[in-house]
């Protein structure tokens, strides 16, 4: 009976190793996570959104807490605290850490060729630009990390004033807060730059340590309070026509999870992105609407900042190209998607404003060249 008992046991030891698969994949992982911005913003959201689709979807076997910007950690130290595993998972933008490469502006934001918010997210899973993500992060950065591009709030806007700005001239010396692109562009164009955290901008504005500020736009300004310390809104921005974070994982953390849960965080990454983008436009015009009746002017950002914002970033995106082989191999792969992508969206896709001045001119409420509200046309029969 004995040696009956004991061979059962071998048996079912022996089927057990045989087939850990089951038995992993019933393993719970709890996440300890933490975003970048206020708990009110659309990045920390997302974070939100896609830590609690990735609970539905794994039936509770991964969860992910989702603290705000500085709640276990300052915000600029997000990615290093991930990499050291102080964080298991954060969201945060590339540049909080632009300073480490040039790279991670094109990673992250800018006007990328002309690509907009789609074309970028396609760039990635698309066009290549998930192997460069992985070789950024392992290679050039050496951070113990993996990533997922969540791109988000965009199109952003110049910014808030305390004064009408007519040309490049009146930003020239200006203390203006801008981060990545911006910050460098405008610097080298004469701008005093000074980059902070979303939390501190309105204080700053406020005690005249700055005079202008760019945040995102209508709704998460307003949350902020932007429109209490100023009343000129500018945009667009072209900064930021398009931006974006990373989702990120410590690479260690990341290897302890099944590869179903895996997938799981990569379509709940995907989902969660699309879902408040949607939800957030029509929130962000709605404050729009919120904004000017409580005296905001939005206005048009003139041309000539426009243009000589693009011409100064095209010198400097070189000069990176020049010295800077990761950087090359970004921006050659980004440019060889966006003159497939871009010439056919320009090509085939109807201009925006054709069917939307058709419809609602009488309705466009950015005040200035191509923007100001016009009488409806009357119509012929």
Not at 66 to 83: K, R, Y
Not at 135 to 143: M, P
Not at 284 to 308: F, H, M, S, Y
Not at 322 to 346: G, H, M
């Amino acid at each position: 009976m004995h040696r009956l008992l004991a061979a059962v046991i071998v048996l079912i030891a022996g089927l057990a190793m045989a087939v850990p698969g089951p038995v992993l994949a019933q393993a719970t992982f709890t996440l300890k996570g933490q975003s970048t911005h206020p708990a009110s913003a659309n990045l920390h959201e997302i974070f939100k959104l896609w830590a609690e689709t990735v609970d539905k979807m794994s039936n509770g076997r991964l969860k992910v807490s989702t603290a705000p910007g500085g709640a276990i950690v300052p915000p600029f130290e997000v990615f290093d605290a991930a990499s050291k595993g102080v964080l298991d998972v954060g969201m945060t933008p590339f540049g909080y850490i632009a300073g480490r490469h040039p790279a991670t502006i094109p990673m992250s934001h800018g006007p990328l060729f002309g690509m907009d918010g789609m074309d970028y997210y396609a760039w990635y899973y698309d066009g290549g630009g998930m192997k460069l993500l992985e070789e950024f992060y392992k290679d050039v950065l050496k951070l113990n990390l993996v990533g997922f591009p969540i791109p988000t709030d965009y199109p952003q806007g110049l910014g808030w004033f305390k004064k009408p700005i007519n040309s490049l001239k009146d930003l020239k010396g200006m203390k203006y807060r801008i981060y990545g692109i911006g910050a460098e562009t405008y610097g080298r164009l004469g701008v005093a730059v000074v980059t902070l955290p979303g939390g501190e901008i309105v204080a700053a504005m406020e005690r005249g340590v700055i005079q202008g500020a760019e945040w995102i736009n209508c709704l998460e300004d307003k949350k902020l309070g932007l429109h209490k310390v100023a009343k000129y809104y500018y945009t667009p921005g072209m900064h930021e026509p398009v931006t974006g974070a990373q989702l990120v994982f410590n690479k260690d953390v990341w290897a302890k999870i099944p590869a179903d849960l895996q997938e799981t965080v990569k379509v709940a990454s995907v989902y969660a992105t699309m879902q408040r983008n949607f939800a957030f436009n029509r929130e962000t015009a709605d404050a729009c609407q919120e904004l000017i009746k409580e005296g905001v002017q939005i206005r048009r950002t003139p041309d000539d900042i426009l243009k000589n914002f693009l011409d100064t970033w095209e010198k400097i995106q070189a000069e990176y190209v020049a010295k800077d082989p990761f950087y090359a191999k970004v921006i050659a792969s980004q440019k060889k998607y966006a003159e497939n992508v871009v010439p056919f969206r320009l090509s085939w896709f109807p201009p925006y404003d054709f069917a939307g001045n058709y419809y609602w001119k009488d309705k466009v409420y950015r005040a200035g060249s191509g923007g100001a509200p016009k009488k409806k046309a009357e119509v012929k029969k």
